[in-house]
């Protein structure tokens, strides 16, 4: 299958599923890089819209850097590495909270069977699981910077659709708001067009360590 089609078929999946546990043992690696991101610009003191913007470019950058690496056929080490990573980050938390569920063993599953089919090299599966874990961090912004201004303007429940399309409460724009009269959905969905721009052109060429010219 192209690589731009996976691409496709796998982030709407995150972005439809993104409320369930289906997707959850992806989110693991957008919200520590999220968060790692935000923690680090907020220390710069930036003004509201200068933070959002380079919490999203750092974003964009590291979601190119790793389908730039998925053209070098590195797809096999970077589903790898970051299930490998998502596994320590939940077994902490899980060990923190002290808390185990049916959810917990759904997450070691995935997460386990992910290190396997590296292992056995099932390259086609590899893919779309790196994908997953790459694709989860533009959807992310896509919620973030789309989404949650997008419900705030039609004044609609954040949760009509859990677990499913789950809105989160904030965004990296929320403190922006409606800056020179102009409203945030506007500012916000702006600049996540142009951030995901790079993102769609290098999905693509990334078959067979095809880099598309």
């Known amino acids: ?3 731009d089609l996976r691409a496709l078929i796998v982030s709407i999946l995150l972005f439809l599923l993104w409320g369930t546990v289906l ?23 930036l003004p509201a819209i200068a933070f959002a ?6 974003i964009t950058g590291i979601t190119c850097l790793m389908l730039f690496l ?9 589903a790898l590495c970051l299930s490998v990573l998502a596994c320590i980050v939940y077994c902490v938390r899980v060990f923190k909270s002290r808390t185990f569920s ?21 390259t086609e599966w590899t893919r779309y699981i790196a994908d997953a ?14 989404m949650n201004p997008l419900y705030r303007l039609l004044k609609t429940d954040l949760y009509k659709l859990s677990p499913f399309i789950t809105v989160p ?14 409203d945030l ?11 995901i721009l790079p993102v769609i052109y290098l999905s693509g060429g990334r078959k067979e360590g095809k880099i598309r010219r």
Request: glycine share 6%.
């Open 1 to 3: 299958m192209r690589s």
């Open 23 to 45: 997707t959850y043992p992806f989110r693991i690696i957008s919200d520590i890089t999220s968060q790692a991101t935000e923690a680090v610009v907020g220390k710069m003191h």
């Open 53 to 58: 913007v380079l919490v999203l470019l750092i």
């Open 70 to 78: 998925g053209r070098m056929e590195s797809s096999d080490a970077i």
């Open 102 to 122: 049916i959810e917990s063993v759904f997450v070691a599953v995935v997460l386990a069977g992910t290190i396997v089919l590296v292992l056995l090299r099932k």
């Open 133 to 146: 874990f790459i694709l989860v961090l533009p959807v992310r912004m896509c919620y973030e910077c789309v």
């Open 169 to 182: 409460q904030t965004g990296i724009f929320s403190k922006v708001g409606n800056l020179l009269h102009v």
């Open 185 to 195: 959905l506007v500012w916000s969905g702006f600049f996540f067009i142009l951030s």
